[in-house]
């Protein structure tokens, strides 16, 4: 832009990293997609575009959330003129929510490191996946899945038990002609809050509709129609199993996306791009 | 209805209660209106024709919510064939949520003695206020109210206990030609739950608009544009003050109406009527 700046980094241009919640209801994912179809990528860059006059926009997204999937802690990153940051830094979350449609909000924009890479840098990906299944709340029917049935959160605990460690998610994920499906799941239980039940995954990262499928096979479990070991018996399956329901995208947010300090950037974007291929979904 | 049927009360029909939540964005208030305007009691009594056949439904209500104002304990009564409802009861909570649009929903269906009545029994009404003054979430923002200056709670606390107990509250009432303006304000308290600021407020009945106006009045106290003793000050004025600001109906919820046992119903319904005169908002 301005060759009289200091070169800040990265060819004048400045790194910046948001933090943003949405209610996906209306849209179709994260992923822009062809015209028509809104996005949440699509309305952000629209954005962008307006507010830097820029022509094009290019944002890379932590967490790739499917049509109707909300987030509550969503990370991505761009790269922009170095005048126009440091210029416009301070007001550019107020900028930005201000052209945005109200179910997409920005938390925070700060300036990050070159390096900084909101996919592959990620450690780890947390979700929530929240049930009413009683006294439903119209209030909160976008983001809260109501299911008939009562839920047993011991028995679902239970069956998640077998399902938390290193291993090959391919029953639970949409196949890929590329990829691995080995993924390190952290983190799997339940708790009843009223009259939710709300579930917590967290993993280094999850395949396509790894999280949607794990709550498709906890929730027959929960009402009593699985047993307690089918959970498990599915993942020794290692392949895609089709009695397994994919939960409604109306339960699942993603919560937050962990990153190491920024002096451990660059390692764990090589371990990350060494473990898994690019052109997969996290 | 049916004269060969036993009669239960009320010349052949039983009193039933409904416990009712609503999200009421996309609503008129509660109070049925002239046609074109969707309102709560327009879509629930419709539901009620389209089950029952009868030609008309007529629902009272406990607590007679403005345009955009939600509710999660809202209680109504009505009456309907012996035969229906001791045939139907089991079911009609179901039955109801299936006719109901998403955004209303039925939590309870009871049968109650023919002299209960959700608006003159009520012992007293409970709402909440959310305000959001940092980091909101797009996933709340049809029922939490977005402020954009951090809010002081103690600030908001210490200036609301000058409004708690029996006063006159014509200051905070949109003016009718009937009708007393005194309430009973047994609460009203604010507390932060992370990036939220929610107040509690409960009376014996509010008069219209009241909440919003107590809320129009404690907000700037809480971002320092008014001081402390501002709504103290303009309770003392005993008429309606203007530069009070009706808060939005977005953050305002009817958590809760509270009634008697059984045996005090009759009596708490001649202290009502006597207290207040029939055609006033509760």
């Known amino acids: 832009m301005n060759s009289r700046l200091e070169p800040v980094s990265n060819g004048g241009l400045i790194r910046i990293r948001l933090d943003i919640s949405y209610d996906g209801t209306d849209y179709f994912g994260w992923a822009r997609q062809p015209a028509g179809l809104k996005t949440i990528q699509g309305e952000l860059e629209a954005a962008l575009i307006s507010i830097t006059g ?124 590329v990829g691995s ?44 129609r699985k047993d307690i070991d089918w959970p498990g018996r599915s993942l020794r399956a290692k392949q895609r199993v089709f009695d397994i329901p994919v939960a409604p995208a109306t339960g699942l947010v993603l919560e937050e996306i962990y990153y190491p300090a920024e002096s451990e950037y660059e390692a764990r974007i090589a371990q990350t791009q060494a473990l898994r291929s690019a052109d997969e979904v996290d």
Chains 1, 2 share one sequence.
Not at 186 to 213: P, T, Y
């Open 181 to 224: 499906t080995i993924r390190n799941l952290a983190e799997i239980s339940w708790q009843r809050i009223d009259n939710l039940v709300v579930g917590h995954f967290k993993a280094d990262a999850f395949c396509h509709s790894m999280v949607r499928s794990l709550v498709g096979s906890l929730i027959p479990v929960g009402d009593g």
């Open 54 to 177: 820029l022509p094009e926009v290019k944002t890379i997204v932590g967490g790739r959330t499917d049509a109707g999937v909300h987030a509550r802690g969503q990370v991505c990153h761009l790269d922009l003129p170095a005048e126009f940051v440091l210029e416009q830094i301070s007001r550019l979350a107020l900028r930005l929510n201000s052209q945005l449609p109200q179910d997409i909000r920005i938390g925070a924009v700060k300036i990050t490191p070159a390096n900084f890479d909101a996919r592959f840098a990620a450690l780890a990906r947390r979700y929530a996946y929240r049930i009413a299944d009683r006294d439903i709340d119209p209030l909160t029917r976008n983001w809260v899945l109501a299911h008939e049935y009562p839920l047993d959160v011991d028995a679902m605990n239970q069956a998640s038990a077998a399902l938390i460690g290193l291993h090959d998610f391919a029953a639970f994920c949409k196949p890929k002609p």
